[in-house]
């Protein structure tokens, strides 16, 4: 897609994060309810970042009150770019299903989040420093789950 | 960039959002600068939400160039709603003006104003003077 402006405001293709998930366990507790969700595996491509998930370094831990009403996303693991630079990210977001306006009979997704990032200095520690935006889909054949990251400029 | 098979992301213009200074503590903490700005009051206008920020409700918790605002707003029907928002201020830029760049999380009753806490926004400001103020523009993310 074209990069979006509007005044003031620019997005930037910044990279995608394809996420091989393991199972979702979640349970609701005196609090709240809690998922949690571990990355087994993942890879992430673009013009600004390349490298893969770290399997196990962390999870979704999921929000929610009733989980058929949504959840608010709560991500933490750890990233490797290609050089070997370590990157954590914490993504916070929302996923959940809404009526579509366009096709009463059908649900759309709303799946966005924004992700903050800690880096070592070096070549990546722009990334500490930078606002983005994103947007998440689940993708069959295999079953997975995609996430493309926008820088906000 | 042309990414034909990237999905979209739009940004619908949602309100405004002007925070009074209500002055400005600093000191060194263990791990990084700490900066606490409360919020005097303010005011919110736009299409999609109207009100207030309630007068000392919080601020600006932030530390190094991350910027943490908790507070209360009141929307023009009375409604209460809490607003944690995180992002960066930006202060060497080209322009050489400083600007923000950040995300609120908002929570809300159940009603009219719920969507709020179900939304991710994306938020766009600057600094102003006599008297300070921030002004903060906000963007559905669709």
Avoid: C
Avoid at chain 1, 68 to 90: C, F, L, P, R
Avoid at chain 1, 108 to 122: A, C, I, N, S
Avoid at chain 2, 15 to 42: H, N, T, Y
Avoid at chain 2, 78 to 99: F, I, R, V
């Amino acid at each position: 897609m074209a990069d979006l402006q509007i005044p003031g405001i620019e997005l930037e293709y910044a990279f995608s994060v394809e996420i091989f998930f393991a199972e979702r366990t979640d349970f609701v507790g005196p609090r709240r309810g809690k998922g949690y969700v571990p990355p087994a595996s993942g890879t992430i491509s673009g013009p600004l970042l390349s490298g893969k998930v770290v399997p196990y370094s962390g999870a979704d831990y999921a929000i929610f009150k009733d989980v058929s009403e949504g959840i608010k996303v709560n991500t933490h693991y750890m990233m490797q770019a290609d050089d070997g630079t370590w990157i954590y990210i914490n993504n916070r977001g929302f996923l959940h299903r809404d009526p579509d306006p366009e096709n009463p009979a059908q649900t759309k997704l709303y799946f966005r989040f924004t992700p903050f990032f800690e880096v070592p200095f070096g070549p990546y520690e722009w990334m500490a420093r930078t606002l983005f935006i994103g947007t998440g889909e689940r993708l069959a054949n295999p079953d997975r789950s995609r996430f493309t990251y926008y820088r906000v400029k | 960039m042309a990414q034909p098979d990237l999905p979209q992301v739009s940004l619908d213009y949602a309100f405004s959002l002007r925070i009074d200074s209500g002055g400005r503590i600093e000191f060194e903490g263990q791990m990084r600068s700490r900066v606490f700005e409360p919020a005097a009051g303010g005011e919110i206008w736009g299409p999609k939400l109207q009100g207030r920020v309630v007068p000392q409700s919080g601020g600006d918790f932030a530390t190094n160039d991350l910027t943490e605002h908790h507070m209360m707003l009141q929307a023009s029907d009375g409604t209460w709603l809490y607003m944690n928002l995180l992002g960066y201020e930006h202060n060497e830029t080209d322009s050489g003006a400083p600007y923000f760049r950040v995300a609120p999380y908002f929570d809300a009753p159940r009603g009219p104003h719920e969507w709020l806490a179900k939304t991710v926004f994306l938020g766009t400001g600057e600094r102003h003077s006599n008297p300070a103020h921030t002004i903060i523009h906000f963007y559905e993310v669709l």
